[in-house]
């Protein structure tokens, strides 16, 4: 069955949300840097996609692709939002595998009819077509973190290769990791507390990686190392990212992603404090 | 019984090698046939194997410089050996770069094939690596266990689409079912089919050729009388099919497979000097 055949409205229904994508990776991709639960949740607009995960009511993870990523992204009421299992859909998204190989990009297209019917994709690589057809679910209710740049206490932005082997390697022994960030000394620090002591990595406000450091306050937080550790796929994409924290505590790290065609996408991750300690502990 | 057989040439050797390292991912253990002309490796349909069945054929003159065998009798001039192919996979990872490889049948404390793998060394003399790898005789009462399958009278038999795409479809499905139908038509077009509460997704090879005994007589249903765009399916273990795309370890030069509708799966890969056949029984 060509993806031609695929009836647009054959029956006089729209679709809901209906898709192009010349390049299924540019999809795929963002999600599997938020795939850290089965469960996600898709909220579509105009601007185009967002997919939401969390966990233990602690952490939340969206991957935006604006509607200019896809050739065609129509949707047709203010917005359309299901829960999807996210490893099924990801399945399906690379079900010509998941090599990059240039010349083959996988080309999709995405059919949603509305709430209680399935998720449609439509996938061809080499002539090759594949139908999923995935069951959706009631959206729940999603954490609201209401992390707005006013509430911002501090901010950096950092290049990612600097991070990304920091992050590659955390003592994944140790339950947090802490984060200081401070107009003095030392600047910007991650630290853990593993079973074979405590390790500290620390980022100078001059570093060539430091692209952008507004911190006025000293603060250190600690978040649950397992909570934030998926957090390192999206870091892998990316090739900036912002960090921020809020009064609270609350964490907000954001990726900037460049797909293949060069095309930006962003990737962020929020994280409540373990504990709140805001004196210096340096 | 006797047997002993002797690879000098390392492109045979690879070849070999490769072929064995397929064995190994299709069957935990196997039967090795040896004629004088051909070495088999089977697996027969025991429930063990969930039904499965393998045949794979060697003509042992495109292999061996050296190759002499004495069967268990004048008249049954043949020796079937039960052996872990596994073993054997693992012995030849040391020929990589072996200026000869040794085989011989022994029987010191134990039935065994000794592969001996004589590997390059800067001094004069020769650097040995032997592996004894245990196997078990067959004895002749058994041999009936071990005919070659009869091909099934298939409804439908067409090429195959390219492995590599059938493996990526098949390893993302199999995370997604345990079961997959495939089925195809005499149209040149195959699909692969699975459906679970969750989800069902569907891929459509087209513009397969079938090959030439199709409409003949290997068909009880001649091709003319037929809708040539009806599918046959059958529905099978993914598992058992995922295995048998991902132990191919170089593109067959014809593939192609036999469907008995909703009864077994007949697979053909054959490369130029091996033929492997893997039937597949359909799900109860």
Redesign the interface.
């Known amino acids: 069955?060509p993806l031609s055949a695929e009836p647009a409205g054959s029956s006089g229904e729209q679709y809901l949300l209906s898709a192009s994508l010349d390049n299924a990776r540019h999809l795929s991709s963002l999600l599997r840097a938020v795939h850290f639960q089965d469960h996600a949740t898709c909220f579509a607009t105009a601007n185009g996609l967002r997919v939401t995960v969390e966990d233990a009511k602690c952490i939340q993870a969206n991957a935006f692709i604006q509607a200019e990523i896809f050739q065609e992204f129509a949707v047709q009421e203010e917005s359309v939002t299901f829960r999807i299992?996210l490893?099924?859909l990801l399945?399906?998204l690379?079900?010509?595998?998941t090599s990059s190989l240039p010349g083959t990009p996988t080309a999709l297209r995405m059919c949603y009819r509305g709430y209680g019917y399935p998720l449609m994709l439509f996938l061809e690589?080499?002539?090759?077509?594949?139908?999923?057809?995935?069951?959706t679910q009631e959206p729940v209710d999603l954490l609201d973190f209401d992390f707005c740049s006013t509430n911002v206490v501090n901010k950096i932005i950092l290049q990612s290769e600097g991070l990304r082997e920091a992050f590659a390697e955390l003592d994944m022994t140790s339950e947090v990791l802490q984060i200081t960030m401070s107009p003095d000394k030392p600047y910007f620090r991650l630290s853990t507390f593993g079973n074979a002591g405590s390790a500290h990595l620390d980022y100078p406000r001059d570093s060539d990686l430091m692209e952008a450091f507004y911190c006025n306050h000293t603060q250190t937080n600690r978040y649950k190392i397992s909570l934030l550790k998926p957090s390192t796929k999206a870091l892998a994409l990316s090739c900036k990212v912002s960090i921020r924290t809020d009064a609270q505590g609350f964490l907000s790290l954001q990726y900037m992603i460049r797909n293949e065609d060069g095309q930006i996408c962003f990737v962020e991750y929020y994280c409540c404090p373990d504990e709140d300690i805001t004196e210096a502990e340096l | 019984m006797r047997f002993r057989a002797k690879i000098v040439d390392l492109a045979c050797l690879n070849h070999f090698s490769r072929v064995i390292n397929t064995i190994a991912k299709l069957a935990k253990s196997c039967t090795l046939r040896l004629t004088v002309s051909k070495l088999y490796f089977i697996l027969s349909d025991k429930v063990a194997n969930g039904g499965v069945s393998m045949w794979c054929e060697l003509c042992q003159g495109n292999f061996f410089d050296e190759f002499q065998m004495e069967g268990v009798a004048a008249e049954c001039n043949e020796i079937y050996l039960e052996l872990v192919p596994e073993n054997l996979s693992r012995a030849l990872k040391t020929a990589q770069s072996a200026k000869a490889v040794k085989i011989k049948l022994t029987n010191k404390h134990c039935p065994c094939l000794r592969v001996a793998v004589e590997l390059p060394s800067l001094s004069s003399s020769s650097r040995i690596v032997t592996h004894d790898i245990p196997v078990g005789v067959i004895p002749r009462r058994l041999w009936s266990d071990f005919r070659e399958p009869s091909v099934p009278d298939f409804d439908v038999s067409i090429y195959l689409?390219?492995l590599?795409?059938m493996k990526?479809?098949v390893?993302?499905?199999k995370?997604?079912s345990n079961s997959i139908v495939i089925e195809a038509n005499l149209s040149g077009e195959m699909n692969l089919k699975i459906e679970t509460?969750?989800?069902?997704?569907?891929?459509?090879?087209?513009?397969l050729g079938y090959p030439p005994w199709a409409s003949g007589d290997g068909c009880e249903n001649s091709a003319q009388g037929r809708d040539l765009e009806s599918m046959t399916e059958a529905c099978i273990d993914i598992r058992k099919l995922q295995q048998l795309l991902a132990g191919q370890q170089v593109n067959p030069t014809k593939a192609l497979c036999n469907i008995a509708s909703k009864r077994i799966v007949h697979f053909i890969l054959l490369h130029e000097d091996v033929s492997l056949q893997y039937f597949i029984p359909a799900l109860a």
């Not at chain 1, 690379?94 to 595998?97: E, M, S, Y």
């Not at chain 2, 509460?197 to 513009?207: G, I, P, Q, Y």
Request: hydrophobic share 35%; with cysteine; net charge negative.
């Open positions: 069955m299992n490893s099924v399945d399906c690379t079900i010509f595998g690589e080499g002539g090759v077509v594949t139908v999923c057809k995935i069951n | 689409p390219a590599k795409t990526s479809v390893e993302r499905m995370n997604l509460d969750l989800v069902s997704v569907t891929t459509h090879f087209k513009d």
